[in-house]
């Protein structure tokens, strides 16, 4: 008796059946990978955006005689410096604007970032208090800081 030798066709379909399935598994993970890795590059990103507004706010407390008058009106908030008796000194140079619009924050007119969906500077006794909140994608994003007088 002659042997053939070969795959019968179930064979060779159960073959490729593991093999389609295998191959789509390695798939979808890489997929799902990749838009982890984005989301996360995003998150860092927003991090980066926020930390920086941030910076940007203290250096404008920190240039002041660490007396400062914070109003809020609607979306805008000012930050005007102070002398010691508690006055309000004029001129550009001494007074910021803050306004949150569209989900977008400018510094007197300048855009700073986008996606910001909340700004708020608060004046303690001892320090002002700020606090950002953006999101990306599903995940909220948001820096607080107190910035402490001398």
């Known amino acids: 008796m002659k042997v053939k030798k070969g795959f019968t ?11 389609t399935v295998l191959i789509s ?22 991090q980066d955006s926020l ?4 910076i940007i706010v203290e250096k404008d407390i920190r ?8 109003k809020k009106e609607g979306n805008t908030t000012t930050l005007q410096y102070l002398d010691d008796t508690g006055q309000k000194l004029e001129g550009s140079e001494n007074i910021f604007t803050y306004k949150l619009e569209n989900n977008r924050l400018y510094r007197n007119g300048i855009f700073l970032m986008e996606n910001l969906e909340e700004f708020d500077l608060t004046n303690h006794n001892y320090y002002v208090n700020l606090e950002l909140k953006s999101k990306t994608g599903k995940r909220e994003v948001s820096h607080d800081k107190k910035i402490y007088l001398r």
């Open 51 to 54: 930390r920086t507004v941030s």
């Open 63 to 70: 240039k002041s005689t660490q007396n400062v008058d914070i």
């Open 25 to 46: 598994a390695v798939y979808f993970m890489f997929i799902r990978v990749f838009q982890m890795n984005r989301e996360q590059d995003q998150f860092i990103q927003m």
């Open 9 to 19: 066709l179930v064979e060779v379909i159960i073959a490729m059946f593991i093999t």
